[in-house]
């Protein structure tokens, strides 16, 4: 295999997706992460220990695989030196196979205060980021105002200099705008200088260090972050992230031609969540809800937060599996739906009485619609220690086919638990 498939979730973020790409990277040389940054939180279960990675591509923790964080990333670089080290405490040698694109965009401190009073200032109308600052910084890469991976690898005095001009820009605003304190510009550009020296080996043109992609050298696999609903573009804005968490930000945060993609995964949850605010058509509430998020331990892995948690939505299913041309899905968290009598799949939207299948985009019509549901029997059987499709008790695998028939593509593998081993590959 010499070509770049792509892991994308398909639902809010939070799908799996780290165990998703942690499986898969044992096999290819290099993963590349394309967009957001350390609001992602990926959590994968090696051997009984537990790993968050919020900046590293998840390939990190197969000790032969390279990792790319790509141009269309917003790294905070000191999140990530954080990360490293906490890796490297654990006993994991990571270093040496880390790559940051020079094109990335550096995410400052400033940006994460501006997301922390920006929704402070919205009360009610409040985004519920994770107040990495993430907003911000694509705000000031779009404005071409941000600082890049590649101002790193500049001299100190003239690294420390245009850090100091960034942070006074931003005071100016802070005051403008929140008559918010200003920021100790000294203090954190010199905090930068120092951090450049350790991220400074690791800097790379993505386009060189991909070059063996492109003559048919290496494989590659391309990581997304959050999911398909959160797109910048085409989730329900202004519920959304900064970036394209879609196919085509796979392509624009990497550099990789359409030419070198391989196949397209689909990540989806058994189930829905959502953190953070904006319409979730298919949302339970009360004891159902907490049933659901104590079952699948629905907490977030970056802020902690209580996942708001639902039935399977497959009119958003469907959206998100037309916009990333998807070849296969993934199912994860099968397990965690064992003991439910009745589960719902969201086949279609009401809006107004009337029968809607496709996903509606604006945001008005989005909030009127209504859950049209098929129910479907449940299982009671403990899925975890099952490792064939033919184990699977019937009304599971009724399950899993009622979804695939509503999304129209092929689920492929599905996940029933946390560890690697948890993984059932359809025959
Ligand atoms: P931001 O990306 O921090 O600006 O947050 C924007 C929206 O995306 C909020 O609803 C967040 O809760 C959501 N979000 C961002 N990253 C993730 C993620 O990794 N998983 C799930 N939701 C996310």
């Known amino acids: 295999m010499h070509s770049a498939n792509v892991v994308l979730g398909c639902q809010w973020g939070d799908e799996g997706k780290g165990k998703v790409v942690d499986r898969l990277a044992e096999s290819v040389d290099v993963v590349v992460r394309f967009q957001g940054g350390a609001n992602a939180g990926h959590t994968v279960m090696v051997e009984g220990d537990t790993f968050v990675l919020h900046l590293l591509p998840t390939g990190i923790l197969r000790e032969s695989t390279r990792c790319l964080l790509g141009p269309g990333m917003v790294i905070d670089p000191w999140t990530l030196l954080t990360e490293i080290d906490e890796l490297k405490g654990r006993g994991l040698e990571v270093e040496d196979r880390i ?70 820009r931003a005071n100016r605003l802070l005051a403008e705008r929140h008559d918010a304190p200003a920021m100790a510009s000294g203090a954190i550009a010199d905090e930068l200088v120092e951090l450049a020296q350790r991220l400074r080996p690791m800097i790379v043109s993505a386009y060189e260090y991909l070059a063996p992609l492109r003559s048919g050298q290496w494989s590659a696999l391309l990581e997304g972050a959050q999911g398909a609903l ?130 509606p985009v604006w945001l008005e019509q989005l909030e009127k619609s209504r859950p049209v549901y098929r129910e479907l029997p449940g299982w009671t059987e403990d899925l975890s220690g099952m490792t064939t499709w033919d184990q699977l008790p019937e009304n599971c695998r009724r399950y899993v086919e009622a979804i695939e028939a509503e999304v129209g593509v092929r689920v492929e593998v599905v996940s029933n638990g946390p560890k690697r081993s948890n993984w059932i590959e359809r025959p």
């Open 230 to 359: 959160l797109d910048i573009d085409h989730g329900a804005f202004p519920f959304v992230t900064s970036s394209n968490c879609t196919i085509g930000g796979a392509l624009t945060g990497t550099g990789i031609s359409p030419r070198d993609l391989g196949r397209v995964l689909g990540v989806y949850k058994a189930y829905s969540t959502r953190v953070g605010n904006g319409p979730f058509v298919t949302e339970l509430h009360g004891d159902e809800a907490e049933d659901l998020r104590s079952r699948g331990r629905e907490f977030g892995a970056t802020t902690g937060r209580h996942r708001r948690c639902g039935w399977f939505d497959a009119v958003a299913a469907r959206y998100a599996a037309d916009l990333n041309g998807l070849d296969e899905i993934i199912l994860t968290k099968l397990d965690v739906l064992s003991g439910i009598e009745t589960l719902r799949v969201c086949t279609d939207y009401e809006i107004d009485g009337k029968g809607v299948r496709n996903f």
């Open 99 to 168: 790559a940051i694109a020079g094109s990335a965009q550096l995410v400052m401190p400033y940006h994460k205060r501006f997301d922390e009073l920006r929704e402070k200032a919205l009360a009610s109308k409040s985004i519920g980021t994770t107040g990495r600052g993430i907003g911000p910084c694509y705000e000031d890469k779009m404005a071409r105002m941000g600082l890049r991976v590649a101002d790193l690898a500049r001299e100190d005095s003239s690294l420390r200099r245009m850090a100091i001009d960034k942070v006074l």
